[in-house]
């Protein structure tokens, strides 16, 4: 069964503060593994999908990453309008036009 | 272009109650999705359709009835609500001749006292 972990659960950083979010997925076969941003109260966001081991997208302070087993979304040098609930998604050959959802990372950046 | 809507914005229903969700997307997708967000669960699929005229169960479709009688229209149903029903419900589409990465709509705040 296709399965996906985000960690933390939470984060706060310092304005500038770089730093990681973690997820990691379990898929047999991956199609591509997504991730979104969902500010409170809005419907998530589209932001990047990877498609295979080694690929890595960027869009303005965020990149993303994927291994065999997980991808982090890396922000350099947050700011405050980057505080929101990051979500990673997979989509996996077994699960035909579904895609799993993790749990999320809530990131809040303080000024 | 409005992208993914959906009505109502918010509801109140009381148990037993019934109810329909619209969503719409003028993007012309094959696939559209419904879910359901909790606190600290994450997104789970209730039900999806791949065209129209087709829909299919998700993760968690007890409770819930869907209709996709036109492509641009996906319909959710509630026809004995519960407070378990209790929850964010978004729509979602994509479109099957990319990685169907998903475009939401902005929500329907569902409460059933």
């Known amino acids: 069964e296709d399965q996906v972990t985000q960690s933390p659960e939470a984060l706060r950083l310092q304005e500038g503060e770089s730093s990681s979010l973690n997820c990691s997925y379990t898929v047999s076969g991956l199609r591509g593994l997504f991730w979104y941003r969902q500010d409170p109260g809005k419907g998530p966001e589209f932001l990047f999908t990877l498609y295979s081991a080694g690929e890595e997208k960027e869009k303005e302070r965020l990149k993303a990453t994927l291994t065999k087993k997980e991808s982090f979304l890396h922000i350099t040098a947050p700011k405050p309008e980057d505080s929101a609930t990051y979500l990673c998604?997979?989509?996996?050959?077994?699960?035909?036009?579904?895609?799993?959802f993790g749990s999320g990372t809530r990131l809040s950046i303080r000024p | 272009n409005a992208g993914v809507t959906q009505t109502p914005k918010f509801r109140v229903l009381k148990t037993g109650q019934s109810m329909t969700l619209l969503c719409a997307q003028d993007?012309?997708?094959?696939?559209m999705y419904w879910y359901r967000q909790d606190p600290g669960m994450g997104l789970r699929l209730i039900h999806y359709?791949?065209?129209?005229?087709?829909?299919a169960k998700g993760e968690v479709p007890d409770g819930y009835n869907v209709s996709r009688l036109k492509k641009q229209n996906f319909l959710l149903g509630l026809e004995s609500a519960a407070p378990s029903q209790t929850s964010v419900y978004f729509c979602?589409?994509?479109?099957?001749?990319?990685?169907?990465?998903?475009?939401f709509g902005p929500g329907t705040r569902l409460t059933v006292t």
């Open positions: 998604a997979v989509r996996g050959y077994s699960s035909a036009s579904k895609i799993i």
């Open positions: 359709s791949v065209g129209e005229g087709t829909t």
């Open positions: 979602a589409s994509s479109s099957d001749r990319s990685s169907y990465e998903q475009y």
């Open positions: 993007m012309n997708h094959e696939y």
